[in-house]
């Protein structure tokens, strides 16, 4: 009997990941492969590993409860806020990291990734993406190396365009802030970041 062969989404609980995702659980092109979603706890200097778990477990309870398809969770930490000076990455974190789950699970075919239309025509952007598919690749098993690729779900889309296409009561779940302050133990968003900045024009102009 075949091994179902399976789609690797990287979910940090974001926007884009988060409509990556809902492409993944609704569109049919999809539906043929298995799930498995992954998310990185990455405890760095802009501190917002609990405003993303908030989200996930909001947004996993909203599939559920709406009757979505049903996927593999798994989770994985690194803590690297020690590099106060110099910053990494998330692509290169998740780029490692997808690759050792691969190596564990071969039948895992394509790694999804919440890069939206504005990412991919970013030259910063790209460069950084570019270094991820290195990190990709050299971390894969010999035999795997060139037979998994990355697929992007929401690449045909603005942020504007993947906020309009979800759930109104979905979109409200994601985060996106990249440095939350903490108010009574709860994660808020700043209000500062350029992200908010980005999201705050992107509520004003929903459709």
């Excluded at 999809?30 to 989200?55: C, D, I, P, Q, W």
């Excluded at 190596?103 to 952007?125: F, L, N, Q, W, Y």
């Excluded at 779900?153 to 603005?158: C, E, G, K």
């Excluded at 440095?179 to 968003?189: A, D, F, G, T």
Aim: hydrophobic fraction near 35%.
């Amino acid at each position: 009997m075949a091994q179902e062969k399976k789609i690797l989404c990287m979910y940090s609980g974001g926007l884009d990941s988060l409509g990556a995702l809902y492409r993944l659980l609704t569109e049919p092109e999809y539906a043929a492969f298995g799930l498995h979603v992954h998310h990185m706890h990455l405890k760095n200097v802009e501190n917002r590993t609990l405003a993303e778990s908030r989200a996930i477990q909001a947004t996993f309870k909203y599939f559920r409860e709406k009757g979505y398809r049903n996927f593999l969770y798994t989770e994985s930490g690194h803590d690297y806020s020690f590099m106060r000076r110099y910053f990494t990455f998330d692509t290169y974190w998740y780029a490692f990291m997808a690759a050792n789950i691969i190596t564990a699970d071969s039948a895992i075919m394509h790694v999804a990734v919440g890069r939206t239309k504005s990412d991919m025509e970013s030259a910063g952007s790209r460069m950084n993406a570019n270094r991820g598919h290195e990190i990709f690749h050299a971390t894969l098993p010999l035999e795997l190396r060139f037979e998994r690729s990355y697929i992007y779900p929401v690449a045909h889309l603005t942020k504007q365009e993947v906020w309009n296409m979800l759930p109104a009561d979905l979109r409200d779940l994601s985060w996106s802030c990249r440095k939350p302050v903490l108010s009574n133990k709860e994660p808020r968003p700043c209000g500062k970041c350029p992200t908010c900045q980005e999201m705050e024009k992107i509520r004003q102009n929903q459709g």
